[in-house]
């Protein structure tokens, strides 16, 4: 059974910091590229950036620079390192491996992220 399920959301005041994580099972984590997505109230869902099996990584712009997507194969565990958040940053942060194929397509429950001073 494919299981993704992510932690570390919480309240930060903007200029903050926060460290996603989204712990994997079920499939061959190290080689299969992942993505964090989130959706805030009232809009669709965003792509936030991309790392491959080969730890290419993409950002979303707005997120350059300040955002970092790692991974860990040994612990089967993916990151996203959010820093200086934006009042525009507070969403529910998912993580996502999708493998192209219908009914491949593999989502955690989500995390929330609230920018509040």
């Known amino acids: 059974e494919v299981q993704l399920v992510e932690s570390g959301g919480g309240v930060v005041q903007p200029g903050g910091s926060l460290r996603l994580s989204c712990a994997v099972s079920g499939f061959i984590f190290s080689t299969s590229a992942m993505t964090w997505v989130r959706q805030s109230p009232g809009k669709g869902l965003e792509w936030v950036a991309r790392?491959?099996?080969?730890?290419?990584?993409s950002y979303l712009e707005s997120v350059k620079g300040r955002f970092t997507i790692s991974r860990d194969n040994a612990k089967n565990t993916l990151y996203l390192q959010m820093n200086s958040l934006k009042p525009e940053d507070p969403a529910v942060y998912y993580c996502n491996a999708n493998f192209g194929i219908p009914g491949y397509d593999y989502w955690g429950q989500g995390t929330q992220v609230t920018v509040s001073s």
């Open positions: 790392i491959s099996g080969s730890e290419t990584t």
